[in-house]
């Protein structure tokens, strides 16, 4: 891929529809320039392709680098292909959510710290979760994500999701989306274990297999969970009617988002006890199987119905370019 195999070159893979392309390839151009690297290689996704094609072009034809620029799923598709590869990986925050950034800290609104981040940044292993998702007729596929799976009313909510909607207003069309899909919410019942343990079965609306656990608005949604520990954290929702939903969201909000941020707040939640809508769960791989196909998301994208779901962390497969002296938090 490079005309002086002496000179390092960068690649960007860029969703068009997500970030504003072409003032990315000027920037990434100049700052290239001023670094002594190669001019970069420019690929697009398409619908086609939403990420994989164009890395694994990327990085057959050399790639010092990858940048990668676009939404949720366009990140979720190219660390995937990346995993494993030891060639760093550069996040410029571009889509709606941009929840890998958040949980790595990084900067939200400046493409050209996280382009030099590059040509003079630091470079740190972080985890990737892989889920194996088995359909009703038996085919299975293994998919990567960075942030979370899911199985259920959060995999709904998604689905319900109007897209003109989340494009004008951002992250907070998932609220329209999760008023349009709690009405009809019914449990499900579902067996899981954790590292091949117990059996448990339950009635659940969603299950939750987290890499890490922040969201936009400074909602955590599991509060210990950590990038860079080799562990999934899973949450396990059975909210039944709206009073069981506004306990849940009490959790996820008030306590994992508020309270826990102060010593005085851990102890308000020590006091209160237990949340029976909501449990944390921990362990290396989990398996989850339902009794009906149950609509599936990873990194807030549909991934069809499946009747079974194993999660499980490849721990500091993914290599990420920070800038210099960025420190990723453990948890």
Request: hydrophobic share 45%; glycine share 10%.
């Amino acid at each position: 891929m490079t005309d002086d195999p002496r000179r390092p070159r960068a690649a960007l893979v860029v969703n068009p529809v997500k970030a504003d392309a072409p003032k990315l390839v000027e920037l990434l151009r100049s700052l290239s320039a001023e670094a002594g690297w190669e001019p970069p290689h420019i690929l697009e996704t398409s619908v086609e392709d939403p990420g994989q094609e164009a890395t694994r072009t990327a990085l057959a034809e050399g790639a010092t680098a990858v940048l990668v620029a676009g939404g949720d799923g366009t990140v979720r598709a190219v660390s995937e292909t990346m995993a494993g590869t030891d060639v760093p990986l550069s996040i410029v925050p571009s889509g709606t959510g941009n929840l890998l950034a958040r949980n790595l800290g990084l900067a939200l609104d400046s493409p050209a710290t996280a382009i030099n981040a590059v040509f003079h940044g630091d470079r740190h292993p972080i985890d990737i979760g892989w889920a194996e998702l088995t359909r009703a007729d038996g085919e299975r596929h293994e998919h990567g994500f960075v942030v979370l799976a899911g199985i259920g009313l959060d995999a709904h909510m998604i689905a319900k999701t109007r897209p003109g909607l989340k494009k004008s207003v951002g992250w907070v069309a998932y609220v329209d989306g999760a008023a349009r899909s709690l009405p009809g919410a019914k449990p499900f019942r579902i067996m899981y274990a954790i590292e091949d343990e117990r059996l448990h079965s339950v009635k659940v609306h969603s299950m939750l297999f987290a890499n890490c656990g922040a969201l936009p608005a400074g909602i955590s949604l599991i509060p210990d969970a950590s990038i860079t520990d080799g562990h999934l954290d899973v949450a396990v929702f059975q909210g039944g009617g709206p009073f069981a939903w506004l306990a849940v969201w009490r959790t996820v909000w008030w306590q994992n988002s508020v309270l826990r941020r102060t010593k005085a707040g851990r102890r308000v939640i020590e006091l209160a006890g237990s949340n029976r809508s909501v449990r944390f769960l921990r362990g290396r791989d989990a398996e989850a199987a339902t009794t009906e196909p149950a609509p599936v998301e990873l990194d807030g994208d549909e991934f069809g119905k499946a009747v079974r779901i194993r999660c499980r962390i490849d721990h500091g497969a993914l290599l990420i370019a920070v800038p210099a002296g960025h420190v990723i938090s453990p948890a």
